[in-house]
């Protein structure tokens, strides 16, 4: 017989390929899940992400308490700063009220001085000065001489009364001034949206 004629009971070639199972060849399921390799690597990128998250909340955490004590002493060297202003008006109010009460207490001695000089000229006759007129003429001869003491008098007065109700030059310019700078740039825009 030749190869490859095989008739009636012989058996066939035995192939290396040929399943000899009747349900084929088992299928082998692998777990599920990563391989050694994959599980190293997420741990080195945790270990890598805390340890970086570690050192940058502790470089975070050291630059705000760094910032907050510099805003503490800025602000402790403001307070000084403001006392030692409010020392200084002090001090020229002091001085320029003393100046003041100077100025007062020689006018008036020179206006009592005045008045008593005068004293003879009133109630001698008819068309003769009244006391109260002989007093205005000293008050005014006086006061008109020494003008500056009543400016001193009258700047500490301003200076003891700051606390002020009203607005001062400098505000009320700014105010005016960003005002206008406000109805420019509003005036502005409105050009451009009608182009």
Not at 40 to 50: K, Q, T
Not at 146 to 165: C, F, I, K, V
């Amino acid at each position: 017989m030749t190869a490859g004629m095989n008739f009636g009971n012989s058996a066939p070639d035995a192939s290396p390929y040929a399943d000899e199972r009747p349900y084929g060849t088992p299928v082998v399921h692998k777990k599920a899940g990563l391989t050694r390799r994959g599980k190293v690597a997420i741990a080195v990128a945790g270990v890598a992400i805390l340890g970086g998250g570690t050192i940058w909340f502790q470089v975070h955490s050291a630059a705000v308490a760094k910032d907050e004590k510099e805003a503490a002493a800025l602000q402790i060297q403001m307070k000084k700063l403001e006392l030692e202003e409010i020392r200084i008006r002090n001090e020229q109010a002091s001085t320029e009220k003393k100046a003041a009460s100077a100025s007062a207490q020689k006018i008036q001695a020179a206006v009592d001085k005045c008045v008593k000089d005068s004293s003879g000229l009133i109630g001698k006759g008819f068309g003769s000065p009244s006391r109260g007129d002989v007093v205005a003429d000293c008050k005014q001869q006086y006061e008109a001489v020494d003008g500056s003491g009543m400016q001193a008098a009258g700047s500490a007065q301003d200076a003891s009364n700051t606390g002020g109700d009203g607005i001062s030059s400098p505000a009320l310019l700014g105010l005016v001034a960003g005002g206008g700078l406000a109805v420019a740039v509003f005036a502005r825009k409105g050009k451009k949206a009608d182009a």
